[in-house]
Protein backbone atom coordinates (compact mmCIF):
# COMPACT_ATOMS: atom_id res chain seq x y z
CA UNK A 1 0.00 0.00 0.00
CA UNK A 2 1.06 3.76 -0.91
CA UNK A 3 -0.39 6.34 1.35
CA UNK A 4 -0.75 8.74 -1.58
CA UNK A 5 -1.22 6.53 -4.16
CA UNK A 6 -3.52 3.24 -2.15
CA UNK A 7 -3.15 -0.16 -2.91
CA UNK A 8 -0.96 -1.65 -5.78
CA UNK A 9 -3.43 -2.46 -8.66
CA UNK A 10 -3.80 -5.77 -11.35
CA UNK A 11 -3.04 -4.65 -14.63
CA UNK A 12 -5.18 -5.06 -17.47
CA UNK A 13 -4.42 -8.08 -19.99
CA UNK A 14 -3.10 -7.16 -23.20
CA UNK A 15 -3.65 -9.39 -25.82
CA UNK A 16 0.28 -9.36 -28.65
CA UNK A 17 -1.78 -8.91 -31.90
CA UNK A 18 2.03 -8.98 -33.68
CA UNK A 19 1.88 -12.56 -32.60
CA UNK A 20 0.21 -14.70 -35.34
CA UNK A 21 -0.39 -17.59 -33.10
CA UNK A 22 -2.26 -15.16 -31.03
CA UNK A 23 -4.02 -13.46 -33.58
CA UNK A 24 -5.15 -15.71 -36.33
CA UNK A 25 -7.04 -18.19 -34.01
CA UNK A 26 -8.31 -15.00 -31.81
CA UNK A 27 -9.55 -13.67 -35.44
CA UNK A 28 -11.21 -17.35 -36.12
CA UNK A 29 -13.16 -17.01 -33.03
CA UNK A 30 -14.09 -13.57 -33.77
CA UNK A 31 -15.42 -14.98 -37.36
CA UNK A 32 -17.24 -17.57 -35.44
CA UNK A 33 -19.34 -15.13 -33.00
CA UNK A 34 -20.41 -12.85 -36.30
CA UNK A 35 -23.62 -14.40 -36.30
CA UNK A 36 -24.94 -13.80 -32.61
CA UNK A 37 -27.05 -11.54 -31.99
CA UNK A 38 -27.84 -9.21 -28.71
CA UNK A 39 -30.31 -7.90 -27.03
CA UNK A 40 -30.38 -5.19 -24.57
CA UNK A 41 -33.33 -4.00 -22.17
CA UNK A 42 -34.14 -1.43 -18.81
CA UNK A 43 -33.12 -4.02 -15.85
CA UNK A 44 -36.24 -2.60 -14.77
CA UNK A 45 -38.29 -3.93 -17.54
CA UNK A 46 -42.36 -4.74 -18.29
CA UNK A 47 -43.01 -6.66 -21.47
CA UNK A 48 -44.15 -5.08 -24.40
CA UNK A 49 -44.17 -1.70 -22.84
CA UNK A 50 -40.28 -0.92 -24.85
CA UNK A 51 -40.42 1.03 -27.95
CA UNK A 52 -37.20 -1.45 -30.34
CA UNK A 53 -34.62 0.26 -31.82
CA UNK A 54 -32.81 -2.16 -34.09
CA UNK A 55 -28.97 -2.25 -34.02
CA UNK A 56 -26.80 -2.59 -37.43
CA UNK A 57 -23.29 -2.31 -37.91
CA UNK A 58 -21.59 1.06 -38.81
CA UNK A 59 -19.85 -0.48 -41.66
CA UNK A 60 -22.69 -2.62 -43.48
CA UNK A 61 -26.30 -1.89 -42.54
CA UNK A 62 -27.42 -4.96 -43.32
CA UNK A 63 -25.93 -6.46 -40.79
CA UNK A 64 -28.43 -7.24 -37.66
CA UNK A 65 -26.52 -6.90 -34.05
CA UNK A 66 -29.42 -7.20 -32.16
CA UNK A 67 -32.52 -5.05 -30.47
CA UNK A 68 -32.87 -2.62 -28.03
CA UNK A 69 -35.73 -2.01 -25.39
CA UNK A 70 -35.76 1.64 -24.72
CA UNK A 71 -36.96 3.02 -21.51
CA UNK A 72 -39.93 5.03 -21.20
CA UNK A 73 -40.95 8.02 -18.33
CA UNK A 74 -42.81 4.88 -16.70
CA UNK A 75 -39.56 2.64 -16.73
CA UNK A 76 -37.79 5.40 -15.62
CA UNK A 77 -40.04 6.53 -12.68
CA UNK A 78 -39.95 3.08 -11.64
CA UNK A 79 -36.11 2.34 -11.74
CA UNK A 80 -35.19 5.69 -10.00
CA UNK A 81 -37.40 4.68 -7.15
CA UNK A 82 -36.72 1.47 -6.99
CA UNK A 83 -32.35 2.55 -6.63
CA UNK A 84 -33.25 5.14 -4.63
CA UNK A 85 -34.73 2.80 -2.12
CA UNK A 86 -31.95 0.37 -2.73
CA UNK A 87 -28.85 3.06 -2.23
CA UNK A 88 -28.49 2.98 1.50
CA UNK A 89 -28.09 0.00 1.73
CA UNK A 90 -25.31 -0.12 -0.71
CA UNK A 91 -23.56 3.21 1.29
CA UNK A 92 -23.76 1.51 4.18
CA UNK A 93 -21.30 -1.67 2.93
CA UNK A 94 -18.19 -0.04 3.02
CA UNK A 95 -15.50 0.79 0.40
CA UNK A 96 -14.15 -2.32 1.07
CA UNK A 97 -17.29 -4.42 0.37
CA UNK A 98 -18.24 -1.97 -2.93
CA UNK A 99 -14.40 -2.22 -4.29
CA UNK A 100 -14.29 -6.29 -3.80
CA UNK A 101 -17.53 -6.47 -6.29
CA UNK A 102 -15.90 -4.49 -9.05
CA UNK A 103 -12.52 -6.37 -8.99
CA UNK A 104 -14.64 -9.07 -9.26
CA UNK A 105 -16.68 -7.45 -12.62
CA UNK A 106 -13.10 -6.50 -13.59
CA UNK A 107 -12.16 -10.59 -14.01
CA UNK A 108 -15.69 -10.72 -15.59
CA UNK A 109 -15.21 -8.25 -17.99
CA UNK A 110 -11.61 -10.20 -18.55
CA UNK A 111 -12.91 -13.63 -19.01
CA UNK A 112 -15.26 -12.41 -21.83
CA UNK A 113 -12.96 -10.04 -23.48
CA UNK A 114 -13.67 -11.65 -27.17
CA UNK A 115 -17.89 -10.72 -26.58
CA UNK A 116 -16.80 -7.16 -26.22
CA UNK A 117 -14.03 -6.82 -28.82
CA UNK A 118 -17.00 -8.62 -31.17
CA UNK A 119 -19.98 -6.03 -30.09
CA UNK A 120 -16.83 -2.82 -30.22
CA UNK A 121 -16.37 -4.37 -34.22
CA UNK A 122 -19.92 -5.00 -34.72
CA UNK A 123 -21.81 -2.41 -32.65
CA UNK A 124 -19.52 0.53 -32.65
CA UNK A 125 -17.22 -0.14 -36.19
CA UNK A 126 -13.80 -0.34 -34.16
CA UNK A 127 -10.77 -1.95 -35.12
CA UNK A 128 -9.66 -5.47 -33.55
CA UNK A 129 -6.76 -2.90 -31.70
CA UNK A 130 -9.04 -0.27 -30.95
CA UNK A 131 -11.22 -3.33 -29.74
CA UNK A 132 -8.29 -4.47 -27.01
CA UNK A 133 -7.61 -1.27 -25.56
CA UNK A 134 -11.07 -0.13 -25.16
CA UNK A 135 -11.26 -3.25 -22.86
CA UNK A 136 -7.93 -2.77 -21.50
CA UNK A 137 -9.30 0.40 -20.38
CA UNK A 138 -12.91 -0.42 -19.00
CA UNK A 139 -11.36 -2.78 -16.59
CA UNK A 140 -8.33 -0.58 -15.40
CA UNK A 141 -11.55 2.32 -15.08
CA UNK A 142 -13.10 -0.95 -12.83
CA UNK A 143 -10.01 -1.51 -10.85
CA UNK A 144 -8.65 1.38 -10.18
CA UNK A 145 -12.26 2.80 -8.85
CA UNK A 146 -12.45 0.25 -6.43
CA UNK A 147 -9.10 0.87 -5.18
CA UNK A 148 -10.27 3.89 -4.66
CA UNK A 149 -13.14 3.06 -2.77
CA UNK A 150 -10.50 1.18 -0.72
CA UNK A 151 -8.55 4.12 0.17
CA UNK A 152 -10.93 6.41 0.64
CA UNK A 153 -14.59 5.20 1.74
CA UNK A 154 -13.37 2.30 4.09
CA UNK A 155 -12.44 4.28 7.30
CA UNK A 156 -13.12 7.70 8.29
CA UNK A 157 -10.48 10.28 7.64
CA UNK A 158 -9.21 11.86 11.31
CA UNK A 159 -8.62 15.46 11.20
CA UNK A 160 -6.48 17.40 12.99
CA UNK A 161 -6.72 21.01 14.65
CA UNK A 162 -6.33 22.55 17.58
CA UNK A 163 -9.96 22.15 18.87
CA UNK A 164 -9.40 19.25 22.01
CA UNK A 165 -12.92 17.49 20.08
CA UNK A 166 -12.59 14.36 18.20
CA UNK A 167 -13.04 15.25 14.06
CA UNK A 168 -13.98 12.75 11.50
CA UNK A 169 -14.58 13.36 8.09
CA UNK A 170 -16.45 10.64 6.20
CA UNK A 171 -17.50 10.24 2.41
CA UNK A 172 -21.20 8.56 1.33
CA UNK A 173 -22.81 8.37 -2.00
CA UNK A 174 -25.33 11.20 -2.73
CA UNK A 175 -27.86 9.04 -4.04
CA UNK A 176 -28.98 7.65 -7.87
CA UNK A 177 -26.30 8.87 -10.03
CA UNK A 178 -27.21 9.47 -13.65
CA UNK A 179 -24.40 8.05 -16.07
CA UNK A 180 -24.88 9.46 -19.71
CA UNK A 181 -22.16 8.07 -22.01
CA UNK A 182 -21.46 8.38 -25.93
CA UNK A 183 -20.20 6.22 -28.76
CA UNK A 184 -17.41 6.62 -29.16
CA UNK A 185 -16.10 4.75 -26.65
CA UNK A 186 -18.91 2.34 -25.52
CA UNK A 187 -17.41 0.46 -23.45
CA UNK A 188 -14.61 2.30 -21.51
CA UNK A 189 -16.48 5.35 -20.74
CA UNK A 190 -19.67 3.93 -20.20
CA UNK A 191 -17.80 1.72 -17.95
CA UNK A 192 -15.75 4.46 -16.04
CA UNK A 193 -18.44 7.01 -14.40
CA UNK A 194 -21.07 3.97 -13.81
CA UNK A 195 -17.82 1.98 -11.36
CA UNK A 196 -16.63 5.76 -10.08
CA UNK A 197 -20.32 6.17 -9.01
CA UNK A 198 -20.73 2.86 -7.54
CA UNK A 199 -17.65 3.23 -5.74
CA UNK A 200 -18.71 6.07 -3.96
CA UNK A 201 -21.88 4.39 -2.72
CA UNK A 202 -24.22 5.61 -5.38
CA UNK A 203 -27.08 3.65 -7.25
CA UNK A 204 -26.82 4.28 -10.50
CA UNK A 205 -28.84 4.67 -13.82
CA UNK A 206 -26.39 4.13 -16.77
CA UNK A 207 -27.93 5.33 -20.03
CA UNK A 208 -25.30 4.20 -23.37
CA UNK A 209 -25.89 6.60 -26.15
CA UNK A 210 -28.90 5.50 -28.89
CA UNK A 211 -26.25 3.75 -30.85
CA UNK A 212 -24.49 1.18 -28.50
CA UNK A 213 -26.76 -0.03 -25.65
CA UNK A 214 -25.82 -3.72 -26.57
CA UNK A 215 -22.44 -3.47 -25.50
CA UNK A 216 -23.41 -1.18 -22.46
CA UNK A 217 -25.97 -4.58 -21.71
CA UNK A 218 -23.37 -7.04 -22.05
CA UNK A 219 -21.09 -5.04 -19.27
CA UNK A 220 -24.07 -4.44 -17.03
CA UNK A 221 -25.19 -8.52 -17.53
CA UNK A 222 -21.93 -8.53 -15.95
CA UNK A 223 -21.54 -6.44 -13.36
CA UNK A 224 -25.34 -8.06 -11.69
CA UNK A 225 -23.12 -11.58 -12.29
CA UNK A 226 -20.22 -10.05 -10.05
CA UNK A 227 -22.78 -9.46 -7.51
CA UNK A 228 -23.84 -5.72 -7.84
CA UNK A 229 -27.09 -5.53 -6.83
CA UNK A 230 -29.65 -4.87 -9.88
CA UNK A 231 -31.42 -2.24 -8.14
CA UNK A 232 -28.31 -0.25 -7.34
CA UNK A 233 -27.14 -0.29 -11.41
CA UNK A 234 -29.86 -0.01 -14.21
CA UNK A 235 -29.43 -0.12 -18.27
CA UNK A 236 -31.67 2.75 -19.02
CA UNK A 237 -31.43 2.48 -22.84
CA UNK A 238 -33.01 5.05 -25.43
CA UNK A 239 -31.99 8.60 -26.71
CA UNK A 240 -31.54 12.12 -25.64
CA UNK A 241 -34.68 12.24 -24.56
CA UNK A 242 -34.77 9.46 -22.30
CA UNK A 243 -31.09 11.09 -21.05
CA UNK A 244 -33.07 14.56 -20.50
CA UNK A 245 -36.14 12.47 -18.59
CA UNK A 246 -33.19 10.84 -16.60
CA UNK A 247 -31.40 14.37 -15.81
CA UNK A 248 -34.54 16.33 -14.84
CA UNK A 249 -35.88 13.42 -12.63
CA UNK A 250 -36.46 14.29 -9.07
CA UNK A 251 -34.36 11.74 -7.69
CA UNK A 252 -31.32 12.65 -9.61
CA UNK A 253 -28.41 13.20 -7.07
CA UNK A 254 -25.71 13.82 -9.62
CA UNK A 255 -25.31 13.86 -13.42
CA UNK A 256 -22.07 12.58 -14.83
CA UNK A 257 -22.18 13.12 -18.72
CA UNK A 258 -19.46 12.38 -21.44
CA UNK A 259 -20.45 13.94 -25.05
CA UNK A 260 -20.79 17.22 -26.98
CA UNK A 261 -20.34 20.57 -25.60
CA UNK A 262 -23.84 21.51 -26.43
CA UNK A 263 -25.58 18.65 -24.72
CA UNK A 264 -23.53 19.36 -21.71
CA UNK A 265 -24.77 23.25 -21.52
CA UNK A 266 -28.53 21.92 -21.95
CA UNK A 267 -28.19 19.27 -19.09
CA UNK A 268 -26.76 21.99 -16.75
CA UNK A 269 -29.80 24.27 -18.05
CA UNK A 270 -32.20 21.68 -16.98
CA UNK A 271 -30.24 21.05 -13.86
CA UNK A 272 -30.63 24.73 -13.12
CA UNK A 273 -34.01 25.08 -13.77
CA UNK A 274 -34.92 22.25 -11.08
CA UNK A 275 -37.19 23.33 -8.41
CA UNK A 276 -37.51 20.02 -6.66
CA UNK A 277 -34.99 17.98 -5.35
CA UNK A 278 -31.68 18.32 -4.23
CA UNK A 279 -29.03 21.06 -6.26
CA UNK A 280 -26.76 18.56 -8.29
CA UNK A 281 -23.62 18.26 -9.36
CA UNK A 282 -23.17 17.78 -12.97
CA UNK A 283 -19.17 15.87 -14.29
CA UNK A 284 -19.06 17.41 -17.31
CA UNK A 285 -16.54 15.37 -20.29
CA UNK A 286 -17.29 16.66 -23.69
CA UNK A 287 -15.70 17.88 -26.90
CA UNK A 288 -12.71 19.67 -28.30
CA UNK A 289 -10.85 21.38 -31.03
CA UNK A 290 -7.40 19.92 -30.47
CA UNK A 291 -4.37 20.78 -32.41
CA UNK A 292 -0.43 19.80 -32.34
CA UNK A 293 2.39 22.10 -32.57
CA UNK A 294 5.26 21.04 -34.97
CA UNK A 295 8.73 23.09 -34.63
CA UNK A 296 11.47 23.04 -37.45
CA UNK A 297 13.37 20.68 -34.71
CA UNK A 298 11.18 17.84 -34.47
CA UNK A 299 11.96 14.32 -36.27
CA UNK A 300 10.11 13.83 -39.47
CA UNK A 301 9.43 10.42 -39.19
CA UNK A 302 7.88 10.44 -35.78
CA UNK A 303 5.95 13.43 -36.53
CA UNK A 304 3.93 12.02 -39.56
CA UNK A 305 3.26 8.65 -37.22
CA UNK A 306 2.14 10.18 -34.37
CA UNK A 307 0.24 12.64 -36.94
CA UNK A 308 -1.03 10.23 -38.35
CA UNK A 309 -2.05 7.81 -35.12
CA UNK A 310 -3.83 10.96 -33.45
CA UNK A 311 -6.00 12.24 -36.50
CA UNK A 312 -7.01 8.74 -37.86
CA UNK A 313 -6.99 6.03 -35.84
CA UNK A 314 -10.66 5.20 -34.37
CA UNK A 315 -11.80 7.01 -37.82
CA UNK A 316 -11.04 10.62 -35.76
CA UNK A 317 -13.73 9.56 -33.53
CA UNK A 318 -11.92 9.89 -30.30
CA UNK A 319 -12.39 13.43 -28.29
CA UNK A 320 -9.00 14.10 -27.95
CA UNK A 321 -8.05 13.30 -31.74
CA UNK A 322 -5.64 15.95 -33.53
CA UNK A 323 -7.77 18.37 -35.54
CA UNK A 324 -5.58 21.49 -36.58
CA UNK A 325 -1.58 20.72 -36.96
CA UNK A 326 0.55 23.60 -36.92
CA UNK A 327 3.41 23.44 -38.69
CA UNK A 328 6.58 25.76 -38.68
CA UNK A 329 6.55 27.37 -41.97
CA UNK A 330 10.60 26.12 -43.15
CA UNK A 331 9.22 22.65 -43.06
CA UNK A 332 6.20 22.31 -43.62
CA UNK A 333 6.04 21.49 -47.15
CA UNK A 334 8.41 18.61 -46.26
CA UNK A 335 5.87 17.27 -43.19
CA UNK A 336 2.92 17.78 -45.46
CA UNK A 337 4.32 15.88 -48.37
CA UNK A 338 5.56 13.07 -45.90
CA UNK A 339 1.76 13.06 -44.05
CA UNK A 340 -0.12 13.11 -47.40
CA UNK A 341 2.24 9.91 -48.33
CA UNK A 342 1.33 8.18 -45.31
CA UNK A 343 -2.53 9.23 -45.46
CA UNK A 344 -2.55 7.40 -49.07
CA UNK A 345 -1.06 4.15 -47.45
CA UNK A 346 -4.00 4.52 -45.14
CA UNK A 347 -6.31 1.10 -46.14
CA UNK A 348 -9.95 1.76 -45.47
CA UNK A 349 -12.24 -0.98 -45.05
CA UNK A 350 -14.15 -3.53 -42.63
CA UNK A 351 -13.09 -2.99 -39.34
CA UNK A 352 -12.68 -6.43 -38.56
CA UNK A 353 -10.29 -7.07 -41.22
CA UNK A 354 -7.10 -6.95 -39.53
CA UNK A 355 -5.36 -4.96 -42.45
CA UNK A 356 -7.89 -2.17 -42.11
CA UNK A 357 -6.35 1.59 -40.75
CA UNK A 358 -9.28 3.26 -40.54
CA UNK A 359 -13.13 1.56 -39.81
CA UNK A 360 -16.51 3.75 -40.65
CA UNK A 361 -17.88 6.42 -38.89
CA UNK A 362 -20.93 5.78 -36.26
CA UNK A 363 -23.90 6.60 -38.55
CA UNK A 364 -25.40 8.43 -41.66
CA UNK A 365 -25.74 11.38 -39.38
CA UNK A 366 -22.31 11.71 -38.94
CA UNK A 367 -21.23 10.87 -42.18
CA UNK A 368 -23.57 13.57 -43.58
CA UNK A 369 -21.92 16.17 -41.24
CA UNK A 370 -18.13 15.32 -42.13
CA UNK A 371 -19.09 15.36 -45.68
CA UNK A 372 -20.89 18.77 -45.56
CA UNK A 373 -17.59 19.83 -43.52
CA UNK A 374 -15.70 18.67 -46.44
CA UNK A 375 -17.29 20.30 -48.83
CA UNK A 376 -17.09 23.66 -47.38
CA UNK A 377 -13.15 22.94 -47.15
CA UNK A 378 -13.48 22.41 -50.91
CA UNK A 379 -14.75 25.90 -51.32
CA UNK A 380 -12.58 27.69 -48.74
CA UNK A 381 -9.14 25.51 -47.94
CA UNK A 382 -6.23 24.26 -50.06
CA UNK A 383 -7.31 20.54 -51.00
CA UNK A 384 -3.95 18.51 -49.75
CA UNK A 385 -5.59 14.85 -50.00
CA UNK A 386 -9.10 13.15 -49.47
CA UNK A 387 -8.66 9.99 -50.12
CA UNK A 388 -11.20 7.60 -51.93
CA UNK A 389 -13.56 5.53 -50.25
CA UNK A 390 -13.93 2.48 -51.83
CA UNK A 391 -16.84 1.75 -54.19
CA UNK A 392 -18.39 -1.59 -52.38
CA UNK A 393 -17.87 -0.48 -49.16
CA UNK A 394 -19.78 3.27 -50.02
CA UNK A 395 -23.44 1.84 -50.66
CA UNK A 396 -24.36 0.11 -47.41
CA UNK A 397 -21.43 1.41 -44.50
CA UNK A 398 -20.86 4.96 -43.30
CA UNK A 399 -17.56 5.41 -44.43
CA UNK A 400 -15.74 9.07 -44.75
CA UNK A 401 -12.39 9.49 -46.63
CA UNK A 402 -9.43 10.59 -44.64
CA UNK A 403 -8.05 14.14 -45.65
CA UNK A 404 -5.75 16.64 -44.89
CA UNK A 405 -6.69 20.25 -45.91
CA UNK A 406 -4.61 23.46 -45.71
CA UNK A 407 -6.46 26.44 -44.10
CA UNK A 408 -5.17 29.97 -42.70
CA UNK A 409 -6.25 30.39 -39.29
CA UNK A 410 -8.00 28.14 -36.54
CA UNK A 411 -10.49 30.43 -36.29
CA UNK A 412 -12.26 29.61 -39.67
CA UNK A 413 -13.47 26.30 -37.51
CA UNK A 414 -16.21 27.20 -35.79
CA UNK A 415 -16.99 23.54 -34.72
CA UNK A 416 -15.58 20.37 -33.75
CA UNK A 417 -15.37 18.00 -36.52
CA UNK A 418 -15.83 14.59 -35.36
CA UNK A 419 -13.97 12.20 -37.62
CA UNK A 420 -10.81 11.53 -39.95
CA UNK A 421 -10.52 15.15 -41.16
CA UNK A 422 -6.66 16.77 -40.35
CA UNK A 423 -6.62 20.81 -41.04
CA UNK A 424 -3.11 22.35 -40.64
CA UNK A 425 -1.89 25.82 -40.46
CA UNK A 426 2.06 27.32 -40.46
CA UNK A 427 3.50 29.38 -38.25
CA UNK A 428 6.62 31.71 -38.63
CA UNK A 429 9.13 31.27 -36.71
CA UNK A 430 9.36 33.64 -33.60
CA UNK A 431 5.36 33.58 -33.16
CA UNK A 432 5.17 30.49 -30.83
CA UNK A 433 2.93 33.34 -28.31
CA UNK A 434 0.62 33.94 -31.54
CA UNK A 435 -0.38 29.95 -32.32
CA UNK A 436 -0.98 29.56 -28.44
CA UNK A 437 -3.09 32.42 -28.10
CA UNK A 438 -5.15 30.69 -31.14
CA UNK A 439 -5.45 27.50 -29.46
CA UNK A 440 -6.33 29.29 -26.31
CA UNK A 441 -8.93 31.23 -27.88
CA UNK A 442 -11.00 28.49 -29.20
CA UNK A 443 -12.07 28.04 -25.43
CA UNK A 444 -11.57 24.51 -25.63
CA UNK A 445 -9.06 22.58 -23.75
CA UNK A 446 -8.49 18.77 -24.15
CA UNK A 447 -5.29 18.08 -25.24
CA UNK A 448 -2.27 19.27 -27.59
CA UNK A 449 0.53 17.85 -28.93
CA UNK A 450 3.81 19.15 -29.48
CA UNK A 451 6.88 17.81 -31.61
CA UNK A 452 9.77 19.59 -30.37
CA UNK A 453 13.59 18.66 -29.38
CA UNK A 454 13.75 22.05 -27.55
CA UNK A 455 13.08 21.92 -23.66
CA UNK A 456 12.43 25.46 -23.75
CA UNK A 457 9.97 25.32 -25.95
CA UNK A 458 8.24 22.40 -24.06
CA UNK A 459 7.96 24.52 -21.04
CA UNK A 460 6.61 27.92 -22.75
CA UNK A 461 3.82 25.24 -23.88
CA UNK A 462 3.52 24.22 -20.59
CA UNK A 463 3.14 27.10 -18.94
CA UNK A 464 1.03 29.01 -21.18
CA UNK A 465 -1.23 26.34 -23.24
CA UNK A 466 -4.83 26.20 -20.93
CA UNK A 467 -5.17 22.18 -22.16
CA UNK A 468 -5.99 19.14 -19.78
CA UNK A 469 -3.53 16.54 -21.45
CA UNK A 470 -0.37 18.04 -23.02
CA UNK A 471 1.82 14.95 -25.03
CA UNK A 472 5.36 15.58 -25.97
CA UNK A 473 6.77 13.66 -28.84
CA UNK A 474 4.34 11.24 -29.31
CA UNK A 475 0.80 10.60 -30.09
CA UNK A 476 -2.02 12.54 -28.33
CA UNK A 477 -4.75 9.81 -27.87
CA UNK A 478 -4.72 7.10 -25.50
CA UNK A 479 -4.66 7.58 -21.87
CA UNK A 480 -3.63 5.10 -19.26
CA UNK A 481 -6.16 5.17 -16.03
CA UNK A 482 -4.17 6.24 -13.03
CA UNK A 483 -0.91 6.66 -14.95
CA UNK A 484 -2.34 9.96 -17.14
CA UNK A 485 -5.39 10.98 -15.83
CA UNK A 486 -7.74 12.49 -18.61
CA UNK A 487 -9.80 15.15 -18.92
CA UNK A 488 -9.95 18.55 -20.24
CA UNK A 489 -10.93 22.34 -18.94
CA UNK A 490 -13.12 25.64 -20.47
CA UNK A 491 -15.62 23.78 -23.29
CA UNK A 492 -13.87 20.64 -22.88
CA UNK A 493 -15.57 19.80 -19.30
CA UNK A 494 -16.01 20.38 -15.67
CA UNK A 495 -13.03 17.91 -14.72
CA UNK A 496 -12.72 16.48 -12.07
CA UNK A 497 -9.96 14.13 -14.50
CA UNK A 498 -11.24 10.30 -15.30
CA UNK A 499 -8.88 7.67 -14.07
CA UNK A 500 -7.17 10.50 -11.56
CA UNK A 501 -7.21 10.57 -7.82
CA UNK A 502 -9.79 13.18 -7.51
CA UNK A 503 -12.50 11.14 -9.50
CA UNK A 504 -14.08 9.17 -6.96
CA UNK A 505 -14.72 11.46 -4.19
CA UNK A 506 -16.16 14.04 -6.69
CA UNK A 507 -19.25 11.51 -6.61
CA UNK A 508 -19.64 11.48 -3.00
CA UNK A 509 -21.10 13.91 -0.45
CA UNK A 510 -18.57 14.97 2.73
CA UNK A 511 -19.90 14.57 6.23
CA UNK A 512 -17.95 15.49 9.43
CA UNK A 513 -18.60 14.89 12.50
CA UNK A 514 -17.44 16.25 15.88
CA UNK A 515 -17.22 14.97 19.24
CA UNK A 516 -16.35 16.57 22.65
CA UNK A 517 -14.33 14.09 24.13
P1 LIG B 1 -23.91 13.64 -27.75
O1 LIG B 1 -23.78 14.83 -26.85
O2 LIG B 1 -24.75 13.77 -28.95
O3 LIG B 1 -24.51 12.41 -26.93
C1 LIG B 1 -23.91 11.92 -25.77
C2 LIG B 1 -24.96 11.26 -24.88
O4 LIG B 1 -25.89 12.24 -24.43
C3 LIG B 1 -25.79 10.18 -25.59
O5 LIG B 1 -26.00 9.13 -24.68
C4 LIG B 1 -27.10 10.92 -25.88
O6 LIG B 1 -28.21 10.07 -25.98
C5 LIG B 1 -27.22 11.81 -24.66
N1 LIG B 1 -28.07 13.00 -24.82
C6 LIG B 1 -28.34 13.70 -25.95
N2 LIG B 1 -29.15 14.75 -25.66
C7 LIG B 1 -29.39 14.72 -24.33
C8 LIG B 1 -30.13 15.56 -23.42
N3 LIG B 1 -30.80 16.63 -23.83
N4 LIG B 1 -30.14 15.24 -22.11
C9 LIG B 1 -29.47 14.18 -21.66
N5 LIG B 1 -28.74 13.35 -22.46
C10 LIG B 1 -28.69 13.62 -23.78
O7 LIG B 1 -22.42 13.21 -28.11
P2 LIG B 1 -21.95 12.01 -29.07
O8 LIG B 1 -22.07 12.45 -30.47
O9 LIG B 1 -22.59 10.73 -28.67
O10 LIG B 1 -20.42 11.87 -28.65
C11 LIG B 1 -19.39 12.55 -29.27
C12 LIG B 1 -18.95 13.73 -28.42
O11 LIG B 1 -18.45 13.28 -27.17
C13 LIG B 1 -17.84 14.54 -29.04
O12 LIG B 1 -18.11 15.91 -28.87
C14 LIG B 1 -16.61 14.14 -28.20
O13 LIG B 1 -15.58 15.10 -28.21
C15 LIG B 1 -17.23 13.94 -26.86
N6 LIG B 1 -16.40 13.09 -26.00
C16 LIG B 1 -15.70 13.65 -24.98
C17 LIG B 1 -14.88 12.87 -24.18
C18 LIG B 1 -14.06 13.45 -23.04
O14 LIG B 1 -13.54 12.69 -22.24
N7 LIG B 1 -13.92 14.76 -22.93
C19 LIG B 1 -14.79 11.51 -24.43
C20 LIG B 1 -15.52 10.95 -25.49
C21 LIG B 1 -16.33 11.77 -26.26
Partial sequence: PNAIFGEARKNSAGVDLSDPLVREP?????????????????????????????????????????IAHEATEGAIDRAMTAAAQAQPAWDALGGEARAALLDKAADLFEDERETFFSLCIREAGKTLPDAVLEVREAVDFLRYYASEARRQFSRPMPLPGPTGEVNELRLHGRGVWTCISPWNFPLAIFTGPVAAALAAGNAVMAKPAEQTPLIAGFALELMHKAGIPRAIVQLVPGDGKVGAALTSHRLTAGVAFTGSTDTARMIARSLADRTDGPIVPLVAETGGQNAMIVDSS??????????????????????SALRVLFVQDDVADDMIRMIAGAIQALAIGDPGKITTDVGPVIDAPARQALRRHLDWLDLHARKIIRAEVPVDLAEHGFFVPPAMYEIESLAQLTQENFGPVLHVVRWKSGQLDKVIEQINSTGYGLTLGLQSRIDTVAHYIEQHARVGNLYVNRNQIGAVVESQPFGGEGLSGTGP?????????????????CIDT
Wanted: proline share 6%.
Fill in 298 to 319: ALPEQVTRDVVASSFQSAGQRC
Fill in 497 to 513: KAGGPHYVARFATERVT
Fill in 26 to 66: LLGRLRAMESRTYEAAPTERSRGEHPIRRITSPHDDRIEVG
